[in-house]
């Protein structure tokens, strides 16, 4: 297999190092809006690289992987369809609510498929999470509590295109409450404390949240976000029910300490960050969108299932700055 990669960031690089070492792929083919960095990323790593993301068109892929800004991201989705080439694409489709359903719209019926990165899907813990509430072991699921605590803050200025912590971090939570769950959330109550660094006040946004959701079948889920989990990065997610319950994400390396006696600590070290807490899982989900591309398996998580996730980041966000419950209703087409 042929794939392109648009966007060498942090994140770009990494993929591009996972996919070049994938027997299936023959060559991997960079670019950016930073030439220079393409280059210098393809020389690093022994791949290809063109001028230019447009170029990416005509370098004869089979599949296309965009890791650009997100400010990018619909029309290389949209392009890539238009030329046939099947597409993954980080979270998220695009900076808003009508931005994403415009892509939706373009694309909705076309058989090219389109993956987005939601990795936690493709997570070990959080699959046998998935597993045992389908399998029906934990009884009658009644509570899911889910976190995404950072060990610091990004910058002021990624902070002030994020879109907001629901938006940008706790999209990822609301994704996986509805995959783990299998039900869709028809209601939320937010709120978002400012307690850090000035630059989130500044840009409208919080450094750290609560959300309640209630699920269609009464289902409750809680999801606390922070920028400010000094002890390190710590993303779980309970799933407790009438006769028993798991939790994903709790591990030696879980940022957590007991105060009770004779409790020994966890051996740690705390994971830094999101890249090297799921590495596991973005490798998974790299390898999956190469049946995806070969139009072996389908995709397992296309743009409805991002505009569901979204949907609820927009609503918490409504709820938090109104100071009231959201239904989905409001926001959802």
């Given at each position: 297999m042929r794939l392109g990669l648009a966007g060498t960031g942090r994140i770009g690089t990494a993929h591009a190092e996972t996919l070049k070492g994938f027997d299936e792929v023959d060559a991997v083919?960079?670019?950016?809006?930073?030439?220079?960095?393409?280059?210098?990323t393809a020389a690093k790593l022994g791949v290809e690289a063109v001028e230019g993301i447009d170029a990416?068109?005509?370098?004869?892929?089979?599949?296309l992987v965009v890791t650009a800004a997100t400010d990018a991201h619909p029309a290389l989705i949209?392009?890539?369809?238009?030329?046939?080439?099947?597409?993954?694409?980080?979270?998220?489709?695009?900076?808003?609510?009508?931005?994403?359903?415009?892509?939706?719209?373009?694309?909705?019926?076309?058989?090219?498929?389109?993956?987005?990165?939601?990795?936690?899907?493709?997570?070990?813990?959080?699959?046998?999470?998935?597993?045992?509430?389908?399998?029906?072991?934990?009884g009658r699921l009644h509570t899911l509590r889910a976190t995404t605590?950072?060990?610091?803050?990004?910058?002021?200025?990624?902070?002030?295109?994020?879109?907001?912590?629901?938006?940008?971090?706790?999209?990822?939570?609301f994704d996986i409450i509805r995959w783990v769950s299998g039900r869709e959330v028809e209601e939320v109550y937010a709120?978002?404390?400012?307690?850090?660094?000035?630059?989130?006040?500044?840009?409208?946004?919080?450094?750290?949240?609560?959300?309640?959701?209630?699920?269609?079948?009464g289902t409750l889920a809680t999801v606390s976000l922070t920028r400010?989990?000094?002890?390190?990065?710590?993303?779980?997610?309970?799933?407790?029910?009438?006769?028993?319950?798991?939790?994903?994400?709790?591990d030696d390396r879980a940022p957590l300490r007991s105060v009770e006696p004779g409790v020994a600590p966890l051996p740690g070290p705390p994971y830094p960050g999101f890249m090297d807490r799921f590495r596991p899982a973005y490798t998974a989900e790299l390898r999956v969108f190469l049946d995806v591309a070969a139009r072996r398996?389908?995709?397992?998580?296309?743009?409805?299932?991002?505009?569901?996730?979204?949907?609820?980041?927009?609503?918490?966000?409504?709820?938090?700055?109104?100071r009231r419950p959201v239904r989905l209703a409001e926001v959802r087409r």
């Open positions: 083919v960079l670019a950016d809006v930073d030439t220079a960095r393409a280059r210098a990416l068109f005509t370098a004869g892929l089979d599949g949209i392009a890539a369809v238009d030329a046939g080439i099947p597409v993954f694409c980080e979270k998220p489709v695009a900076a808003d609510l009508a931005g994403t359903l415009a892509v939706l719209d373009r694309i909705e019926g076309s058989d090219v498929p389109v993956q987005i990165g939601f990795q936690r899907r493709f997570d070990a813990g959080y699959g046998a999470a998935r597993a045992a509430v389908a399998s029906g072991e934990l605590l950072d060990p610091a803050p990004p910058p002021a200025e990624y902070v002030a295109h994020s879109g907001g912590l629901f938006r940008d971090c706790g999209v990822h939570d709120v978002g404390a400012n307690r850090g660094e000035r630059f989130f006040a500044d840009a409208g946004d919080v450094d750290t949240a609560a959300a309640t959701l209630t699920l269609d079948d400010y989990n000094g002890a390190g990065y710590d993303v779980r997610l309970e799933a407790l029910g009438s006769v028993a319950n798991v939790v994903a994400g709790l398996a389908p995709s397992p998580c296309g743009v409805r299932d991002a505009l569901e996730a979204f949907s609820i980041a927009e609503a918490c966000e409504i709820s938090r700055h109104e």
